[in-house]
């Protein structure tokens, strides 16, 4: 089946760092999104993508859609406390349901 | 901003007990999901829903597993013998329309079944 795999599984930066975190696919995905999730919290979109090679900005974020539409990378600049979390991508099915396949998860703690 | 709701925020049951987990998604979306996360794990798919009928389910959603939306506004998840491993959190999503739509998620029941 479909599989999202993300690097790193978890780290630890201090505030102020930027952080940079990648998606990979073994399929190819025409809609990507980044969600971010904070403990016993639903997901929360922060990006999505929609156009291979395709860089979006969100305040601190940025996100790009690689132009294999196989990969994705996140990039958060100035890292502050509120930052902590699981981030996942995820890729959108291309037809009839457009269910979403989520990745394995990134694990970010901030050190103060 | 429109939100997508989910009842209870928690719900503790035995095992073998039937359990009914209620969402309330947005109301102009026709695509309607439930997703299941286990502790610590990723989020997985469970069942689509379209057009007042399931169009997909993952090997996770058994025959114990059921949804319905039976009144234009609900959509629940109808567990009918819990197992243990069964606990998760469950998540309802809606899309308002097929691709390149931003899905939008409830904030989730936590079921604990003992």
């Known amino acids: 089946g479909q599989q999202l795999n993300q690097s790193p599984q978890s780290m630890f930066i201090q505030e102020g760092e930027d952080v940079s975190m990648n998606c990979t696919s073994s399929?190819?995905?025409?809609?990507w999104l980044w969600y971010k999730q904070d403990p016993g919290e639903g997901p929360v979109l922060l990006i999505a993508l929609y156009k291979a090679g395709e860089l979006t900005s969100n305040g601190r974020l940025t996100a790009q859609f690689g132009t294999t539409r196989k990969d994705s990378f996140l990039n958060i600049s100035a890292s502050i406390p509120s930052d902590v979390g699981i981030y996942f991508c995820?890729?959108?099915?291309?037809?009839?349901?457009?269910?979403?396949?989520f990745g394995t998860g990134t694990r970010l703690k901030v050190l103060a | 901003e429109p939100e997508v709701t989910q009842t209870p925020s928690h719900q503790v049951t035995q095992m073998g007990q039937e359990v009914i987990l209620r969402c309330v998604p947005i109301?102009?979306?026709?695509?309607f999901y439930w997703y299941r996360q286990i502790l610590g794990q990723k989020v997985e798919f469970l069942v689509s829903f379209y057009n007042n009928e399931i169009s997909e389910k993952s090997e996770i959603f058994d025959d114990q597993f059921s949804v319905e939306r039976p009144d234009g506004s609900n959509f629940t998840l109808k567990i009918r013998s819990t197992k243990l491993e069964d606990s998760a959190m469950y998540f309802c999503a809606s899309l308002r329309q097929g691709l390149a739509t931003e899905a939008f998620f409830g904030q989730g029941t936590r079921l604990t079944v003992v």
């Open positions: 399929s190819i995905f025409n809609t």
């Open positions: 109301s102009n979306h026709l695509y």
């Open positions: 995820a890729g959108q099915a291309t037809s009839g349901t457009y269910k979403y396949i």
